[in-house]
Structure formats: C-alpha cells, structure tokens
C-alpha cells in the first residue's frame, strides 16, 4: 500500500547528531500539544506533550518547546539514533475533545 | 499487555456493503477515539467518546457511526461505504480526560479498500 511517509518533508541527519523537528499550529485557543511518532506499518506511538502554560518540557532524549507568540512547537531529539527513524507529527486540542494533527515529518537517520 | 486491538486489519469491500471495523482495549481507558491516515493529508479525526454512551464528531464524520455501550469497544461502521473511505484507519485510546497526560494509545490500524 501507500506509504503514509509519501510527499512529507524530510530531515535527514547522521547518527548521534541532535534532531530538530517543527511544527506551526493554527489555532491559538489549543491548549494541549502532542508530539507523535509513527515507525513504517504501525500506529502512531506518544512521545510528549506540552500545556498551553508552559514553554518546555523534557522527557528522555527528547525536549518539546512552545512558542505561543509565533504559535511554533518544536520537537528535539538528543544523539539521534537509527531507531529514531519515523514520521514524527505534532497534534493539537482545545480541552480533550478533538485531536488536531500536523502533516507529519519524515526523520531519516542514517549510521 | 496492556493494548488496543483492532480488526480486521485489512478488508477489501464494495461500495455500498455495510462494514464494522471494531476497536476494543483493555486499559479501562474513558476515551477512545477513529482516525482516518490519507497520504498527504495526515491523520484526521472521525469521532471520538469521552466516556460509554458518549460520543461526538471530529474533523470527517461524515459517512461514519460510532456507538460506545461499553467502555471496553469502540466499533466503527459504514453503512454505506464509498471509495473515498478507502484509507488506512487508527483506533485510539487514552485516559481519563482528567489525567495530567494526553497520551493516547494507538491500534495497528485497519487498511480498507473500496471498490
């Protein structure tokens, strides 16, 4: 079938370099924002979020940082690994009702 | 293990013939919701429930029902699919909405042709 991975901008990195990953989101009422990561024939997989009140978060290897002024959210990924390789999307929600999701991001890691 | 299962994972139909895809999970999760992946356009939200007997629209609700009468499943049905229904679709689960996280667990997905 066709790769959900097909027409997505792609960043491509060596191994053991830091990952940056961007997302702009569209509406300022969002509360909640949800970094993603989707590995080929799987389903997405959680990897952060981040309240609308706070500007970071960091979880193992990975900080997300919001800027609300700009409504940007940005995923990093320490020492990028091979295993890091996936469509990474952002997603966004006012309260917890519906879930808003970005295009996604092809991250290629090679060794 | 904790886990969202989905089935069936693949189903090739005609358009017209009425299909259930079901979503169950084991987590006594509140919130379940169905997403639809389309290349180039991402994931998008059908319909989703907050709790059993509680369910609202997403983004694409239209050509889909949801029934929730038990907090365990969350089947999803088309009673009269069209080949733009044809795509790769994402049950999901998560905590109450009270819970401090958003974190959702996703299904292995379900690839639906429609001829």
């Known amino acids: 079938g066709e790769s959900v991975g097909l027409h997505l901008p792609t960043l491509s990195v060596q191994e053991g370099d830091n990952s940056i990953i961007n997302c702009a989101y569209s509406n300022s009422a969002s509360d909640y924002f949800i970094w993603y990561k989707q590995e080929s024939g799987k389903g997405p997989q959680f990897i952060i979020d981040?309240?609308?009140?706070?500007d970071k978060r960091q979880g193992q290897r990975v900080t997300v940082l919001l800027n609300k002024t700009v409504k940007h959210l940005s995923l990093q990924i320490a020492a990028t690994q091979p295993g890091d390789s996936a469509v990474y999307f952002c997603?966004?929600?006012?309260?917890?009702?519906?879930?808003?999701f970005g295009k996604g991001t092809m991250l290629l890691v090679s060794p | 293990e904790a886990q969202v299962t989905q089935n069936p994972r693949y189903l090739i139909t005609v358009t017209g013939k009425k299909l259930t895809v079901t979503c169950s999970q084991n987590m006594n999760h509140e919130y379940m919701s169905w997403y639809r992946q389309d290349p180039g356009l991402g994931l998008r939200q059908i319909y989703y429930s907050m709790n059993v007997e509680v369910t609202d629209k997403g983004d694409v609700p239209e050509g889909y029902k949801v029934s929730r009468k038990e907090k365990r499943n969350f089947p999803l049905i088309l009673e009269s699919p069209s080949p733009n229904q044809t795509s790769l679709y994402f049950c999901?689960?998560?905590?109450?909405?009270?819970?401090?996280?958003?974190?959702?667990?996703f299904g292995p997905g379900t690839r639906l042709t429609v001829t």
């Open positions: 997603a966004e929600a006012v309260g917890y009702s519906t879930l808003t």
């Open positions: 999901a689960s998560s905590l109450s909405p009270q819970g401090s996280s958003y974190e959702q667990y």
């Open positions: 981040i309240r609308s009140n706070m």
